[in-house]
């Protein structure tokens, strides 16, 4: 099955831990993003790669870093999270131009606290 | 302001009744326009693109866009309880600067039995 599968659903951890939350895609997408929703706010995006060692900013890029070393994984990572982090986090893949469908994972709910 | 605006809702109706939701924009350069419906704890998936202006039907939904008034519309017709669920509109540019969707905040849209 075609999917973008986001590890972990659920994260609950403290100021300042570092953590890392995992995106794999099957479809043998070149482009892939993070988002990050808020109530009110929308989606808004974080970094988007749009292949192998490419990465480039979005909107709210502080306080994260991303590394695309591999095709298929597009992992996210806080170094020192904030509660101001705490939010719903959605991996997105494509490919091709911009118009084609964004596939998205289920999304990983994590509280900073 | 926002890019893309979009009453958060809920938009409450009864069933079989027409759903109306729409958007407005303020970037003259988004040429792509997209629907996007998102169940609770799912991420979202796309419903409808269009290009430029006019309308385009696919089964009970219909897209329009007016961009003279960079406005953009989704009708459901015949709604059914499980159209309810979040409507997440989204703009992009054409070419390179496209490589990012800009997406409002969502309308919450409750279909009543």
Known sequence: EAQVTQNPRYLITVTGKKLTVTCSQNMNHEYMSWYRQDPGLGLRQIYYSMNVEVTDKGDVPEGYKVSRKEKRNFPLILESPSPNQTSLYFCASRTGQSYLPLHFGNGTRLTVT | ?113
């Open chain 2, 1 to 113: 302001q926002k890019e893309v605006e979009q009453d958060p809702g809920p938009l409450s109706v009864p069933e079989g009744a027409i759903v109306s939701l729409n958007c407005t924009y303020s970037n003259s350069a988004f040429q792509y326009f997209m629907w996007y419906r998102q169940y609770s704890r799912k991420g979202p998936e796309l419903l409808m693109y269009t290009y430029s202006s006019g309308n385009k039907e696919d089964g009970r939904f219909t897209a329009q866009v007016d961009k003279s008034s960079k406005y953009i519309s989704l009708f459901i017709r015949d709604s059914q309880p499980s159209d309810s669920a979040t409507y997440l509109c989204a703009c992009t540019p054409f070419g390179a600067a496209g490589n990012k969707l800009t997406f409002g905040g969502g309308t919450r849209v409750l279909v009543k039995p």
